[in-house]
């Protein structure tokens, strides 16, 4: 499976846009990008994803560089319960080939 | 629309003992998935159904762990005989026709 870098952890104050990092070098031409978040004892949460164009939803916007090789989770007004793990997942477009592999994510931390 | 649903939540078990954990997907879900999330690390698959065959269980240790989906709805995961690693938190995830796959709250289980 291709892999994904992300930091750590990143830390935001309320209310502002939060601009979520993530590189996949070797991402191949049939691989979505998806992102998941997982608040405190809760199961992952879909967020959004995407092949080549940017995507936005009522959660989330996705911007996929043009090499396809990086994109960026913006969350475009932080509240306190987007504190969360968010994890970028790079996942085979084939049938029977949905599973997801996850790496150790994000820890976003959100200021008051 | 009724989320996944999964029990119990916790449990706490000695070292050689079994443990079972059920799984009810979301109404129509045909895929079917269980994640062990050990602390401080991502999700892991362990087990992909689609109805009541399985797609992938190449991560599951099978020599301990089984998991079945009679009827192609409901799913149980058992560990049998428990060993102090697999102290984790186990997820249950459904995906229907869309691409996004809905967790569970999972179940968190101690093994002393």
């Known amino acids: 499976d291709a892999k994904t870098t992300q930091p750590n952890s990143m830390e935001s104050n309320e209310e502002e846009p939060v601009h979520l990092p993530c590189n996949h070098s070797t991402i191949s031409g049939t691989d979505y990008i998806h992102w998941y978040r997982q608040l405190p004892s809760q199961g992952p949460e879909y967020v959004i994803h995407?092949?080549?164009s940017n995507v936005n939803n009522r959660m989330a916007s996705l911007a996929i560089a043009e090499d396809r090789k990086s994109s960026t989770l913006i969350l475009h007004r932080a509240t306190l319960r987007d504190a969360a793990v968010y994890y970028c997942?790079?996942?085979?477009?084939?049938?029977?080939?949905?599973?997801?592999?996850f790496g150790t994510g994000t820890r976003l931390t959100i200021i008051p | 629309e009724a989320g996944v649903a999964q029990s119990p939540r916790y449990k706490i078990i000695e070292k050689r003992q079994s443990v079972a954990f059920w799984c009810n997907p979301i109404?129509?879900?045909?895929?079917l998935y269980w994640y062990q999330q050990i602390l401080g690390q991502g999700p892991k698959l362990l087990i992909q159904f689609q109805n009541n065959g399985v797609v992938d269980d190449s991560q599951l240790p099978k020599d301990r762990f089984s998991a079945e989906r009679l009827k192609g709805v409901d799913s149980t995961l058992k560990i049998q005989p428990a060993k102090l690693e697999d102290s984790a938190v186990y997820l249950c995830?459904?995906?229907?026709?869309?691409?996004?796959?809905?967790f569970g709250p999972g179940t968190r289980l101690t093994v002393t």
């Open positions: 995407g092949l080549t």
């Open positions: 995830a459904s995906s229907g026709d869309r691409d996004e796959q809905y």
């Open positions: 997942i790079l996942r085979f477009s084939g049938f029977g080939n949905e599973k997801l592999t």
């Open positions: 109404s129509g879900h045909a895929t």
